[in-house]
């Protein structure tokens, strides 16, 4: 599966931006799928995953409701709202399709996008 992540860019704190994860090659209707991002000097970090029903949800604990995971199996895309964003939100953010179907934080991820940039200025 090919996984293009974009919607990053730059906006200032308190703004909001929608990620998109669209997916080719194979449905992943099948795949719990997850947002991680990634800060200059920084380990990658687990944002957001959600099961393939979209039932599931999780959130990195610095989401604090700010952030929104959706997806839309007919399209084949996964979306990441994400509200009133804050400095230290600014990394590349990728999406992936998770081996299993939960969309946990725990599972394993096997196929990646490029990563969208988003910047978050003070």
């Known amino acids: 599966v090919q996984l293009q992540a974009s919607g990053g860019g730059l906006v200032q704190a308190g703004d909001s931006l929608r990620l998109t994860c669209a997916a080719s090659?194979?449905?992943?209707?099948?795949?719990?799928m997850g947002w991680f991002r990634q800060a200059p000097g920084k380990e990658r970090e687990f944002v957001a995953g959600?099961?393939?029903?979209?039932?599931?949800?999780y959130y990195g604990a610095f989401v604090k409701g700010r952030f929104t995971i959706s997806r839309d199996n007919a399209e084949n895309t996964v979306y990441l709202q994400m509200n009133s964003l804050k400095p230290e939100d600014t990394a590349v953010y990728y999406c992936a399709a998770g081996v299993s179907d939960s969309g946990s934080p725990w599972s394993r991820y096997e196929s990646w996008g490029q990563g969208t940039l988003v910047t978050v200025s003070s």
């Open positions: 959600i099961s393939t029903s979209g039932g599931g949800k």
């Open positions: 090659g194979r449905t992943v209707s099948t795949s719990g």
